[in-house]
């Protein structure tokens, strides 16, 4: 059995078929993680340690974005985080940061106070205390989250949001330099969403993360990685399996790296008794990570979430009458399902890098 660990200098080792998915990845150089809140882990000792054997990163899901940890101006509440990184630690799993600048999930007070006068000092003084907290310790930061918007009447493609409206589109080369000052030593990620499908705003928003990317690179800007959301969709228009592969090429070409950051595949539009929509997620899983890992400048896959008793889809996007969905690695009583088999699989051809 392999060590359960794709930590940097750890060994590396053949995987066999008991082997969590980290473990396999590891075996082609890659990190797999997930995302995971702090309270289902709690509550569910076999989540737990299905995180434990599956996982070699965790992703705070909630608990680093400014909402959960500045309830106001003066608090900072690290409780869900920090209890991450301690499983993380006890159990040799990386840690990895999202998100320090998105336009959702703020608080009601930031939205009220920010002003172009004190949005640069709001910004540093998160910053220095936020991955200060974490400094050393943390695989990577996801600095600006969905940055752009493909339906945006801007010619340069950026999202509106405080952080434009007050410091203006110098924002996120601000963001980077702050961040860079403050933990030198983690990798910097832009993160994105939308950009799998074959559709005219993903076109689109591949087209303006390549440009933002390639500005951002040449001004010396230290962002080191893109992050590729992926919420894809079983039983709709297909991702773009040739557009992916071009996409990620040009963006390795940048000398940036790539963490698929927030891997999940709806059966929502899937038809079918389960037994079929399992096997169509199953097959987008398959035929996305063989497109997104053969690009080997492809260092890390985070699903979002592990197990279906905790996505995110069923609160906020599940199936017709409210039926739960099923888009994760793992069924609701944490036992492996065919998405697992095919992530396993892909991860098990995949280059080695
Ligand atoms: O913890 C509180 C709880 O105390 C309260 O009773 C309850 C009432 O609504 O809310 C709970 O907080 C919710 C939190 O998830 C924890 O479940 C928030 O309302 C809810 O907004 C939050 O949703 C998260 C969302 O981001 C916004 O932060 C989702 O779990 C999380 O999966 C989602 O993740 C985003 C990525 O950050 C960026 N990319 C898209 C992705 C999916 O939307």
Redesign the pocket.
């Known amino acids: 059995m392999a060590v359960l660990s794709a930590g940097r200098g750890w060994p590396r080792t053949r995987a066999s078929a008991s082997d969590g998915l980290a473990a396999i990845a590891a075996s082609r150089g890659l990190l797999y993680g997930a ?1 995971a ?1 702090s ?1 289902s882990l709690v509550a569910s000792p076999e989540l737990a340690s299905a995180y434990a054997r599956e996982c070699g990163m965790l992703v705070p ?2 608990g680093l ?1 400014w ?2 940890l500045r309830p106001d101006r003066d608090t900072f509440d690290f409780s869900d985080p920090d209890w991450l990184l301690r499983f993380a630690a006890d159990h040799g799993l990386r840690f990895r940061g ?2 320090l600048i ?1 336009y ?2 703020l608080p009601a007070w930031v939205e009220r106070e920010i002003t172009p006068g004190n949005a640069e000092s709001l910004l540093r003084q998160h910053f220095t205390t936020v991955i200060g907290h974490y400094r050393g310790r943390m695989h990577s930061w996801d600095v600006v ?2 940055g752009l918007d493909a339906h945006s009447d801007r010619s340069d493609g950026l999202r509106r949001s405080i952080w434009l409206e007050n410091l203006g589109p110098e924002y996120i080369a601000l963001a980077f330099h702050v961040a860079h000052e403050i933990d030198p030593a983690a990798m910097l990620v832009y ?1 994105e ?1 939308e950009m799998d499908d074959d559709r005219p705003p993903s076109d689109r928003k591949r087209g303006m993360v390549l440009d933002l990317l390639g500005r951002l690179r040449s001004a010396g800007v230290p962002v080191a990685a893109l992050g590729v ?1 992926a ?1 894809l969709r079983a039983g709709q228009a297909p991702f773009a399996a040739t557009k992916v592969r071009d996409f990620l090429r040009q963006i390795s070409g940048l000398g940036l790296k790539i963490i698929v950051s ?1 891997l999940d595949v709806s059966d929502r539009d899937a038809a079918g008794p389960m037994a079929e929509r399992d096997q169509a997620v199953a097959a987008v899983y398959g035929d996305y990570l063989s497109a997104a890992l053969d690009e080997r400048g492809v260092v890390a896959v985070v699903t ?2 592990l197990s279906d008793q905790d ?3 069923n ?2 996007l599940p199936r017709d009458s409210n039926r739960r969905v099923r888009p994760l690695p793992l069924d609701d009583t944490t036992r492996r399902k065919p998405a697992w088999h095919a992530i396993a699989a892909a991860f098990a051809a995949a280059p080695v890098r």
């Open positions: 995302a809140k309270s899901e909630v974005k909402q959960a999202h998100t998105w959702k999930a989250n969905e993160n969403n959301q919420h927030e979002w979430g996505s995110w889809l609160s906020r």
